[in-house]
């Protein structure tokens, strides 16, 4: 899949494409309706099709101090977007130049002049250009003065309520992944480094691979019934893992620690994806190593039989 930045010109090839526009972070069944509409009316006419992003986050852009919230790093994106059939992801870099371009400018000399858009396809809530002041009447208006086309997509429903990426989120913070994984149609995922640690969890029987976890959304912190895919060979792996701060330990520090049941091999420098199945229990500390031990087994077997 092409791999596009928005503030260069696009190959011939893929000018005329029908883009999906949004952020498209989560990419849950909102999200993928309205790239499955940009996708098929591409198909439909013989284009290709473009599925938009944005990175940063316009909120990290205006709000850089703001908790971390992504649910998808742009290399999981990519992937998403590749499963989805479409022809190639869009990456709108947001600075300063992004933000202080104005609705119709975005339509006629991003749009229009450097991509060559025939359609685009947004969710009915899109919002675009300085001070949000685009939104679907001007595409159609503005931008079909300009002989580009639009589609609107409804909000989709999930679980009795709409789809958002804000729902996934609280959703996660409350310790809750299979209610994610439902909205998302995929359980919930961490990829990163295996990194070196201080091999505590080595000398009581439980090794771990530790991931930072960096830009991610912070899920409720405590211990879960995890899988683990290694990406260099699509290995999937079965464990329950600890996120948070390890209270048992000093000095506390953030991480997320899987343990793969079954698995003696060596992971250190190898990028794996740790995916949310079902919430077991809260972080706690415990009053002696013994007591952490014995609850790990429990954790341990509570995991085996989620995933059986």
């Not at 250009?129 to 580009?148: I, P, Q, T, Y």
């Not at 609850?295 to 989620?306: F, I, N, P, S, V």
Request: hydrophobic share 40%; glycine share 10%; proline share 5%.
């Amino acid at each position: 899949m092409r791999w596009l930045d928005h503030r260069e010109p696009i190959a011939d090839a893929l000018r005329g494409a029908v883009i999906a526009l949004g952020n498209f972070d989560g990419f849950h069944i909102g999200h993928q309706t309205v790239a499955g509409e940009a996708i098929n009316w591409a198909h439909e006419e013989g284009r290709p099709s473009i599925i938009a992003t944005f990175d940063p986050h316009p909120v990290r852009f205006f709000k850089p101090d703001a908790a971390p919230f992504r649910l998808t790093t742009l290399e999981q994106r990519q992937e998403l977007y590749t499963g989805a059939g479409a022809t190639a992801m869009l990456v709108f870099h947001f600075d300063a130049e992004l933000a202080g371009t104005s609705a119709e400018d975005f339509i006629t000399e991003i749009l229009i002049e450097r991509f060559g858009a025939h359609g685009v396809v947004t969710g009915a809530d899109f919002t675009f250009g300085k001070g949000a002041k685009g939104n679907v009447e001007l595409l159609r208006s503005f931008g079909g003065e300009h002989d580009l086309k639009s589609r609107v997509v409804d909000a989709v429903e999930g679980d009795g309520a709409i789809v958002s990426s804000s729902r996934i989120r609280d959703a996660l913070r409350e310790g809750d992944p299979q209610l994610a994984a439902q909205l998302l149609t995929r359980p919930f995922a961490i990829r990163g480094i295996v990194e070196h640690g201080d091999k505590r969890g080595r000398t009581i029987g439980y090794p771990t691979a530790n991931l930072a976890v960096d830009k991610y959304l912070r899920p409720k912190y405590g211990v879960y019934a995890v899988t683990g895919t290694v990406l260099a060979t699509g290995e999937v792996l079965k464990g329950a893992a600890n996120i948070g701060i390890r209270p048992q330990f000093e000095p506390p520090k953030e991480l997320l620690e899987p343990y793969f049941f079954d698995f003696s091999g060596d992971l250190y420098g190898q990028e794996i994806e740790v995916a949310f199945h079902h919430f077991l229990r809260g972080e706690a500390k415990f009053d002696t190593l013994d007591g952490l031990m014995v609850q790990m087994e429990r954790d341990c077997t509570k995991a085996r039989e989620l995933l059986a």
